[in-house]
């Protein structure tokens, strides 16, 4: 059984700063793992999906890395703005499944 | 595009009332998902449609939870009778059709509809 973990629960950051989201996956047979980002009562929002067969992916100022011989996932937020500031999550999907596994959750804020 | 649309947002009922959440997905999308979080839980997987055929029900908590989508357009889950435990956010996704094996698979989700039983 596929368990996710988001580690931390909450990070806050000087508004410009990188910074890396972590999760971790137990289960390395995986066909691909999404990150969302969720606002304050709205729905979640895809930022980046990544295949089992690829290694990375960039959108704008995020990238996310993929290493399943780890089971670890990673977000790398580029030169944070206060508009960054929501909850990050990160969801596994199983071969031969279209459930998501979710994590958590990162709370990030970032301060002007 | 519209996206996927969730009513109500949220919702009040006393233990043992009944309540029905409905969920409208993006227009041609044959994949339809539930999917739910409880306080200080993850978000966990309820079931999946494709167009109006239950592919997946495994995360179904328990025979309290009804759902249906007749003529594989909108979804509606039904609670009855609604119990403690059942209070969370309640997300609908859906995607376009795919198959497993190939292709990727991104979900668009609604804001959720907050159930609240007291």
């Not at chain 1, 931390?8 to 390395?28: I, Q, R, Y």
């Not at chain 1, 011989?69 to 030169?79: D, F, K, W």
């Not at chain 2, 509606?76 to 609908?92: H, I, M, N, R, W």
């Amino acid at each position: 059984k596929q368990e996710v973990t988001q580690i931390p629960a909450a990070l806050s950051v000087p508004e410009g700063e990188n910074l890396v989201l972590n999760c971790s996956f137990t289960d390395s047979a995986i066909y691909n793992l999404q990150w969302f980002r969720q606002d304050p009562g709205k729905g979640l929002t895809s930022l980046l999906l990544i295949q089992s067969s690829q290694r990375e992916q960039t959108s704008g100022r995020l990238n996310a890395s993929l290493d399943k011989s780890s089971g670890r996932s990673t977000l790398y937020i580029a030169a944070s703005q206060p508009g960054d500031s929501a909850t990050y999550l990160c969801a596994g999907r199983g071969a031969g499944s279209y459930q998501l596994t979710f994590g958590k959750g990162t709370k990030l804020s970032v301060i002007p | 595009e519209a996206g996927v649309t969730q009513f109500p947002s949220h919702s009040v009922i006393e233990k043992g009332q009944t309540v029905t959440l409905r969920c409208d997905p993006i227009s041609g999308h044959d994949n339809l998902y539930w999917y739910r979080r409880v306080m200080g839980k993850e978000i966990k997987f309820l079931l999946h449609f494709v167009k109006e055929s239950k592919q997946d029900e495994s995360g179904m908590p328990n025979n309290r939870f009804l759902a249906e989508r007749t003529g594989g357009t909108y979804s509606t889950l039904k609670v009855q009778p609604a119990e403690l435990e059942d209070s969370g956010v309640y997300f609908c996704a859906s995607s376009l059709r795919d198959r497993v094996t190939s292709g990727a698979n991104v979900l668009t989700f609604g804001a959720g509809s907050r159930l609240t039983v007291l």
